[in-house]
């Protein structure tokens, strides 16, 4: 069984650019959650998406916008990169069921953005 | 809204010797509880969780945490460490959608 993969392990940009990081979630979840992880700092909830659609937004502005596809894997995207954005940033997937249960989340190992 | 304070930075202990981990936290709904390890280059496991039940709660690699109310604490413990437990231990809290908020995280540094 493979766990959650993600890509590029790295990433150096400019300020101003767009970015793409992607996420491949652990064989039968089907929630995808982004967390941003600043150095020194623990991991802050991005968004989460179940089943396609957006389940669930943190304290982020629009500029972070996410997908998920049919076999559950996600991507992150950010617009307008500014120098603050530098992070690691980890995708997490769970097996969401019907109703408000608890689900283990397991974490991939990120993606390391530099913004200069 | 919900918040968690880890009160240490870096707590640096000699292998074998009992550690302590402290963290409080602050909500204004029923809560969730979470311990969290990172080691070098990796993503975050789940080390122990509470979610109801016994206040005292174990992982199987040794560690403890108790939920205190009344004192809003989840304490991280363990008895006897060893150099690979040298790691960064995140605790989280979170309410009924179990989206975890994260503390900034403690650095356990085991020496010889």
């Known amino acids: 069984e493979t766990g959650v993969t993600q890509s590029p392990t790295h990433l150096i940009k400019t300020r101003g650019q767009q970015v793409t990081l992607r996420c491949s979630s652990q064989?039968?979840?089907?929630?995808v959650s982004w967390y941003q992880q600043a150095l020194g700092q623990g991991p802050q909830f991005i968004f989460q998406y179940y089943r396609e659609e957006e389940n669930g937004r943190g304290n982020f502005p629009p500029r972070f916008s996410g997908l998920q596809f049919p076999n559950y894997s996600s991507e992150l995207n950010v617009n307008a990169l500014e120098l603050d954005d530098s992070a690691l940033y980890l995708c997490a997937s769970s097996p969401k069921s019907r109703g408000n249960s608890y689900n283990e989340q397991f974490f991939g190992p990120g993606t390391r953005l530099t913004v200069l | 809204a919900q918040s968690v304070t880890q009160l240490d930075s870096q707590v640096p202990v000699f292998e074998e010797a009992p550690v302590e981990l402290r963290c409080n936290y602050s909500?204004?709904?029923?809560?969730?509880l979470f311990w969290y390890v990172q080691y070098p280059n990796q993503g975050l496991q789940l080390l122990l969780k509470y979610l109801s039940g016994s206040t005292l709660v174990e992982s199987i690699n040794g560690f403890e945490a108790e939920f205190n109310k009344s004192q809003t604490s989840f304490h991280l413990r363990k008895p006897s460490v060893h150099i690979s437990d040298t790691a960064e231990y995140f605790c989280a809290v979170s309410g009924g959608s179990y989206i975890p908020t994260f503390g900034r995280g403690t650095s356990l540094i085991v020496h010889p």
């Open positions: 064989s039968g979840h089907n929630t």
């Open positions: 909500s204004s709904v029923s809560v969730y």
